[in-house]
């Protein structure tokens, strides 16, 4: 069976510090991951998408990918309280047909 | 842009009754939609991809005849739950594909059921 697996959390850093989240993949035939934030009570929202070995930055976003690893990060820059939700990483296989989502870490931002 | 509606946000109804839910993106044209189920402090559930104009395809334990998909236009897909009971109270999230853009899922702000 095709998994996504993160750490549940929470995951708790202090304002301004780095947060780092990380996900594995267990299909290596996935091509295509992507980062959503959902906070409480919401709807996902997607932050990166991510298709490519190496990085991908986004403002204060940074996603990572390693196929050889099968390992995919998101390093969130200048924590703020904001930030302080469930980050999910999904994955989609080479066919564009099976997205799978990790059961998303909790972040909290410390002020 | 890539901005999805659900209709309603919440709802409350009665155990036996039926419930539909719209999912629609407002400014593309999605060939594919999703429906998922967020149960509280749990992570979001599959239940069935819709596809434009074919059947639905539900997830492994996903009652078809209960949880009904129409995908009827390229900005619309339905959700009906039908017969209702307490336990298919949850919070229920549609996400759409836009055509041109074959990987990103976009949500809808999802509808919160509670069947009393």
């Known amino acids: 069976q095709k998994e996504v697996e993160q750490n549940s959390g929470p995951l708790s850093v202090p304002e301004g510090a780095i947060a780092s989240l990380n996900c594995t993949y267990s299909?290596?035939?996935?091509?295509?991951f992507f980062w959503y934030r959902q906070y409480s009570g919401k709807s996902p929202e997607l932050i990166m998408s991510?298709?490519?070995?190496g990085d991908k930055e986004d403002g204060r976003f940074t996603a990572q990918l390693n196929k050889a690893s099968q390992y995919v990060s998101l390093l969130i820059r200048d924590s703020q309280p904001s930030d302080s939700a469930t980050y999910l990483c999904?994955?989609?296989?080479?066919?564009?047909?099976?997205?799978?989502f990790g059961p998303g870490t909790r972040l909290s931002v410390l002020p | 842009g890539a901005v999805v509606s659900q209709h309603p946000s919440r709802v409350i109804c009665k155990s036996g009754t039926s419930v539909k839910i719209e999912c629609r993106s407002l400014?593309?044209?999605?060939?594919?939609m999703f429906w998922y189920r967020q149960f509280p402090k749990q992570s979001l559930m599959l239940m069935a991809t819709?596809?434009?104009?074919?059947?639905?395809?539900?997830e492994q334990g996903v009652e078809k005849d209960k949880f009904l998909i129409n995908h009827a236009s390229l900005t619309l897909s339905t959700l009906t739950v039908t017969s209702a009971h307490p336990e298919d109270s949850s919070f229920y999230i549609c996400?759409?594909?836009?055509?041109?853009?074959?990987?990103?899922?976009?949500f809808g702000p999802g509808t919160r059921l509670t069947v009393t």
């Open positions: 996400s759409a594909i836009p055509i041109n853009n074959s990987y990103e899922q976009y």
């Open positions: 299909d290596r035939g996935s091509q295509s």
């Open positions: 991510i298709y490519s070995n």
């Open positions: 999904a994955g989609l296989d080479n066919y564009g047909q099976n997205f799978v």
């Open positions: 400014d593309f044209q999605a060939t594919t």
């Open positions: 819709s596809n434009e104009g074919s059947k639905a395809t539900y």
